[in-house]
């Protein structure tokens, strides 16, 4: 790192990223995030209190990148709630699709850091579940949904594609029949959903 740049929290997270890349959860530290940014690990310390923060806070990081994207879609009030809805499923499973197998050691480290981190994927699966919410929501008020709560309707369509977006079922994810039954999914759901 020159001298004239600033150590920021976005420049710690980044490295963190790549040392993590490199080195796995269970190998990489904080003097080697340091020493990638050609810094003393007391100036990441300063950044991040503990180790265990400073993987919270990228473990967080990641699990944005996906809720912001999907916020757009949530957001996006010039579409139907049934087509926003679709959408949404379908970006959820493509963005989940694509991180396992871009960069399979990257993705198994966060599956790592994400059972460690339980309340930053609890918060990550509750703005997701507001996201839906939003739609089921907006669906409703338009009369194309009919539900008696949103919000539970919104829980039970996350839960219900879950083989299409947990972690726990990456493996699936790529076999010859997995796009046709997210499909078969998605229709499902929203027949139930349609007033």
Do not use: C, N
């Not at 579940?129 to 949904?145: H, P």
């Not at 947990?166 to 076999?175: I, K, R």
């Amino acid at each position: 790192m020159a001298a004239t740049e600033t150590l920021t929290a976005e420049r710690i997270l980044e490295a963190t990223e790549e040392v993590l890349r490199r080195h796995g959860p269970a190998k990489a530290t904080v003097v080697d995030v340091a020493r990638a940014l050609g810094v003393s690990h007391g100036s990441v310390y300063r950044h991040f209190r503990t180790k265990a923060a400073l993987r919270e806070a990228v473990t967080k990081r990641w699990l944005d990148r996906t809720s912001e994207a999907l916020g757009g879609i949530a957001g996006d009030a010039s579409r139907d709630a049934e087509t926003r809805l679709r959408d949404w499923l379908a970006a959820l499973f493509t963005a989940k699709r694509r991180k396992a197998g871009d960069d399979p050691e990257l993705f198994a480290t966060y599956s790592v850091l994400a059972a460690e981190q339980v309340g930053a994927v609890a918060e990550h699966i509750d703005e997701l579940t507001e996201q839906l919410t939003r739609i089921v929501a907006d669906g409703v008020a338009s009369g194309l949904f009919r539900s008696d709560d949103p919000g539970v309707s919104a829980r039970a369509v996350f839960q219900a594609t879950g083989r299409f977006h947990d972690p726990v079922h990456a493996g699936e994810w790529d076999t010859p029949e997995a796009d046709a039954d997210f499909e078969a999914a998605v229709d499902l759901l929203l027949r139930g959903l349609r007033a």
